[in-house]
T-cell receptor, first 111, second 113 residues
Framework: DGGITQSPKYLFRKEGQNVTLSCEQN?????MYWYRQDPGQGLRLIYY???????QKGDIAEGYSVSREKKESFPLTVTSAQKNPTAFYLC??????????FGEGSRLTVL | QQQVKQSPQSLIVQKGGISIINCAYE??????FPWYQQFPGKGPALLIA?????SEKKEGRFTISFNKSAKQFSLHIMDSQPGDSATYFC????????????FGPGTRLSVLP
């Protein structure tokens, strides 16, 4: 079993705290992505990484940071600078044909 | 500016009926158009995809129709079942987005038993 594994599934954050969402994959994908999902807005790209030790900002990168120190892992940190962080966060890897494989998601709620 | 427009926002269909979801795009450089299915609390899963050199692709009860000149594509679900009740997203890739995807806002489908 495996694929794209996200944790935790649910996370609560107080105002001013940084939180880190984990994304691990065993599919040998080079490219990995982080999306944010809000009701009625589809998926918006936060950050992506095409290769280890390299990553690029997406459409809504402000208030977020990532790292890609190894191929299997692409964690996302939601910083205190993100003014509206409550959302459903999705990590994905890109297959050989270009298709995206998503994890189960992490729901972040700010208290 | 919304690169991919999707309609309707929500759709209710009787069991056995045909569900039709439409998408339109602006960027003629897009070269890959997938549809994703998402159940509540889960990540989206690839349902079916098409490239612009093909006008139609069918996989089981799911069909994509693609109209390149109109810059539109649609998902048809034949013999809709209650288990098809989910949110469906169209997407597009290519052009100045490279390998990245642009997603439509989603359609919530409810199939009544």
């Amino acid at each position: 079993d495996g694929g794209i594994t996200q944790s935790p599934k649910y996370l609560f954050r107080k105002e001013g705290q940084n939180v880190t969402l984990s994304c691990e994959q065993n599919l040998n994908h080079d490219a990995m992505y982080w999306y944010r999902q809000d009701p009625g807005q589809g998926l918006r790209l936060i950050y992506y990484s095409q290769i280890v030790n390299d990553f690029q900002k997406g459409d809504i990168a402000e208030g977020y940071s990532v790292s890609r120190e190894k191929k299997e892992s692409f964690p996302l940190t939601v910083t205190s600078a993100q003014k509206n962080p409550t959302a459903f966060y999705l990590c994905a890897g890109q297959g050989m044909a270009g298709e995206l494989f998503f994890g189960e998601g992490s729901r972040l709620t700010v208290l | 500016q919304q690169q991919v427009k999707q309609s309707p926002q929500s759709l209710i269909v009787q069991k056995g009926g045909i569900s039709i979801i439409n998408c339109a795009y602006e960027n003629t450089a897009f070269d890959y158009f997938p549809w994703y299915q998402q159940f509540p609390g889960k990540g989206p899963a690839l349902l079916i995809a098409i490239r612009p050199d093909v006008s139609e692709k069918k996989e089981g009860r799911f069909t994509i129709s693609f109209n390149k000149s109109a810059k539109q594509f649609s998902l048809h679900i034949m013999d809709s079942q209650p288990g098809d009740s989910a949110t469906y997203f169209c997407a597009a890739r290519g052009g100045n987005y490279g390998q990245n995807f642009v997603f439509g806002p989603g359609t919530r489908l409810s199939v009544l038993p």
